[in-house]
């Protein structure tokens, strides 16, 4: 299973990034995935995930904000991040999750004027 995330930046505050994650090597439609965060000197936190029936939650610090989806064909999850804010840097990861989860290697976001 390998997970290929891209997307990440730098970018002002009230902008907007677009992060994708193309899985390799699994039945994508079938699994859970969805996008964790972590800031320095935090835990990793999930943002927003989404299941294999496209039911979506996120944490309540993004909602309306962030928006995540999927695309079965190309086996890609996105994550559509609008009204980006500093507190929202960190590095970000993409999971799909079968008997254990497993990550992508991790896209920067760094929200800054």
């Known amino acids: 299973v390998q997970l290929q995330a891209s997307g990440g930046g730098f970018v002002q505050p009230g902008g907007s990034l677009n992060l994708s994650c193309t899985a390799h090597?699994?039945?994508?439609?079938?699994?859970?995935v969805g996008w964790y965060r972590q800031a320095p000197g935090q835990q990793r936190e999930l943002v927003a995930g989404i299941t294999s029936t496209g039911r979506s939650n996120s944490v309540d610090s993004v909602k309306g904000r962030f928006s995540i989806s999927r695309d079965n064909a190309k086996k890609t999850v996105y994550l559509q991040m609008d009204n980006l804010k500093e507190e929202d840097t960190a590095v970000y990861y993409c999971y799909v999750q079968l008997s254990t989860y497993y990550w992508g290697q991790g896209t920067q976001v760094t929200v800054s004027s």
């Open positions: 090597g699994i039945n994508f439609p079938f699994y859970n």
